[in-house]
């Protein structure tokens, strides 16, 4: 992670691909509607903070979010104004859902094999089902949609269920289920 200071009011903060990985965010994941990437956020902002010698602690802050390369770049703006956080993204949940534990890890077995493109994902328990959330910041490819179709016995798009599942589905994996569970198996 690098961190410059630019002014008296702004720091410019770098963070590369391992910095991502580390923090087990995505550019796509960035948001304050979600504690992981909160604390992320805020742990980032702390840190910038501390080595830039600014202080924004109970102070107002945008936050401007743009995606570089494998890495991301935030730019952390003191404000006089009300307190803003813009990040911005652009993602669409696929959610899959599976019948038995055998299907599901077979699943994220071919998919981890296919590496090709980075997406966040998390698994949930609800029901007895077993059910595989996919949020990236482009369509699924065709075979990605071709291997779930060989595993899955349906499918659906959109945050509401998604929500549904956050609330009442019991997590498995939050953060990089695919990645997490695929390198075991």
Not at 141 to 154: D, L, R
């Amino acid at each position: 992670m690098n961190i410059e200071r630019i002014d008296t009011a702004r720091i410019l903060v770098l963070l590369g691909e391992k910095d991502l990985e580390e923090y087990e965010i995505t550019f796509e994941s960035l948001t304050f509607s979600e504690m992981h990437s909160k604390e992320v956020l805020t742990d980032i902002i702390r840190s910038a903070s501390e080595k830039a010698g600014i202080d924004f602690r109970n102070k107002k802050i945008v936050i401007e979010a743009l995606k570089y390369d494998k890495g991301c770049m935030l730019l952390l703006t003191l404000s006089g104004r009300r307190k803003i956080y813009r990040v911005r993204y652009y993602s669409k949940t696929y959610i899959f859902k599976f019948d038995s534990a055998e299907s599901f890890l077979s699943c994220i077995k071919a998919v981890y094999g296919l590496k090709e493109e980075k997406m966040m994902s998390s698994a949930f328990l609800y029901n007895g089902m077993y059910y595989l959330v996919i949020n990236t910041s482009s369509g699924l490819k065709e075979i990605y949609m071709n291997t779930f179709s060989e595993f899955c016995t349906g499918y659906s798009r959109g945050e509401l269920y998604r929500a549904f599942l956050k609330e009442h589905g019991k997590p498995l994996k939050l953060h990089n289920a695919v990645k997490s569970i695929g390198s075991i198996l």
